[in-house]
């Protein structure tokens, strides 16, 4: 340990309330004027104890904190599922346009003529890729893109006159799938995969009656595979009443090559941060716009475009629609609208599905140059955008997936999605995207190679030590999760003292 607790110029940060303290302040303010409070009985009885820091300590907090997070722009960030490609600076660019920076929502609809051609645009092109007919882009993320397709399916079925009350759901799906199934009230119904990590529209059959509402399904699914059976299950769904939610997080590995609603899907969300490289930002700016079929179109969320035509209100709807309501105050995330639409035109058409090419040659590349060291869970099936790795060529070493995960941290990687999808026990799930170099995945490969032999030779405290040389070692993260620690109680030495 050094005598400041720093590691070269890497700083031990404290909590801001241990750098300030309360009697201190960054600014000199004239004594207030005497005057008569009108809080009444709101005034504050107690000072609100907020640390007080100069300008440059402040500063330095937060740039210090921020130098501690691992970020895409730092190195590879291969987490499966959750798409962590490179924001191009183009899109950062566009963004910050006047015309779409600067511009507030109740601002008259004829003074952003340019902003709601920007949206009309990126609808389009939305509803071309995915063979939809209509898209609300509202949904600030994913899960809310899940959240308005399931609600324009529960609309729709009401619209019938129908009561369905379950929702079937793989069990390789992703957690918010049976979340938002069970956050509107249905019933959770799971279906087993296949030996092969697929789902069989044997299996999906045998659950089937007309209580089913829907099934969501992934496809690719989370482990990576293109599910075979996707179109017949989609009619077999269809021909019970039901509705066929599609999860379009894993859009990214398909754009340009499939289009979700030939294969019969009614509702998917697309997350523009992960398929239209915007920044996924710590549950800020996600955008997660849901794509609906003609059966589905009329119940679409407002404001939604049916094609080109934008309809704003529910009063407004036109031509039988029946939109179940709204979801957000306004239109979204305006700014990753413009990033997506940079993304895309950028690339064009051709570029696009160059890229889901190369997604998945990036994966499979990784497939190849491990699945000698390391237990691929399915080798028999190519895999798509990311690549499912399990626990047992751990088995025997005294290493887990978590430890395995740790010590990649050392090796200054972001460790990849581990223990999901559930399918597998030990579930490490890598995505690399086509952002990263042929350069930067084969050092990618080198370090897992290293560790995977140094797991296999009994070189066991390199991982259950690890992270050794992150800012913090093994966090409790159970005890994180379960009972977190949110208000700031200062230590009080004197008390201390006297006991
Ligand atoms: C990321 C993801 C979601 C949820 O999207 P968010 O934007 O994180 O809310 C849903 N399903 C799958 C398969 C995902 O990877």
């Known amino acids: 340990m050094t005598f400041t607790g720093n590691q070269a110029l890497r700083i031990h940060e404290p909590l801001i309330f241990e750098v300030g303290h309360t009697e201190a302040t960054g600014v000199d303010l004239p004594e207030p004027a005497p005057h008569t409070s009108r809080l009444g009985k709101q005034a504050r009885k107690a000072p609100i104890d907020l640390p ?31 798409t962590m490609k490179h924001n191009p600076r183009l899109n950062e660019k566009a963004a910050r346009f006047p015309g779409f920076a600067d511009i507030h929502p109740l601002q008259p609809l004829s003074t952003v003529p340019g902003a709601l051609e920007l949206m009309k645009t990126l609808s389009h092109w939305l509803l071309v890729m995915t063979d939809m007919k209509a898209v609300a882009l509202s949904p600030k993320a994913g899960a809310q893109g899940e959240l308005a397709g399931m609600m324009a399916i529960r609309a729709a079925l009401k619209a019938r006159g129908e009561d369905r009350k379950t929702v079937l759901v793989p069990e390789s799906a992703h957690g918010t799938n049976p979340a938002t199934a069970a956050a509107l009230g249905y019933r959770v119904e799971g279906i087993k995969a296949r030996e092969d990590g697929t789902v069989s529209v044997d299996a999906v059959r045998e659950k089937l009656s007309d209580d089913v509402a829907a099934i969501m399904l992934t496809n690719p699914n989370t482990c990576g595979l293109f599910e075979p059976e996707v179109a017949a299950i989609a009619d077999a769904i269809h021909e019970a009443g039901a509705y066929f939610y599609g999860d379009g997080a894993n859009f990214n590995a398909i754009v340009g090559k499939a289009k979700p609603g030939a294969l019969g899907v009614d509702a998917m969300h697309i997350n523009l941060h992960k398929t239209f490289s915007t920044p996924h930002g710590g549950g800020g700016p996600g955008s997660g716009p849901v794509v609906l079929s003609e ?50 035109m950028s690339h064009g058409a051709d570029g696009l599905k160059e890229a889901s090419e190369d997604a998945v040659l990036a994966a499979n590349y990784i497939k190849a140059s491990l699945s000698d060291l390391m237990s691929v869970s399915f080798p028999d099936r190519p895999s798509m955008h990311e ?63 290293d560790l995977a032999m140094a797991a296999k030779r009994g070189d066991t405290e390199r991982f259950t030590e690890a992270p050794k040389y992150a800012p913090r070692r093994r966090l409790d993260e159970t005890r994180g999760a379960r009972k977190p620690v949110l208000t700031y109680e200062a230590p009080e030495p004197a008390r201390e003292a006297a006991e």
């Open 52 to 82: 007080g820091l100069t300008e440059p300590e402040t500063m330095r907090h937060y740039v210090r904190l921020s130098r501690q997070n691992y970020a895409i722009d730092l190195g590879m960030y291969p987490l499966g599922s959750c």
């Open 295 to 344: 059966r589905l179109a009329p119940f679409a969320p407002v404001p939604f475009f049916r094609g080109d035509e934008l309809v704003e209100r529910v009063g407004d709807a036109q031509g039988g629609e029946m939109p179940f309501g709204r979801l957000v105050a306004f239109h979204g995330q305006m700014g990753m609208y413009v990033r997506a639409m940079a993304y895309m």
């Open 387 to 449: 690549v499912l790795f399990d626990e047992r060529f751990l088995k025997g070493t005294g290493v887990t997936t978590l430890d395995f995960a740790k010590a990649m941290i050392d090796e200054g990687f972001h460790p990849m999605t581990m223990y999901f999808p559930l399918v597998v026990p030990g579930a490490m799930l890598i995505e690399p995207t086509e952002s990263e170099s042929l350069a930067s995945l084969d050092i990618f490969i080198a370090a897992l190679r």
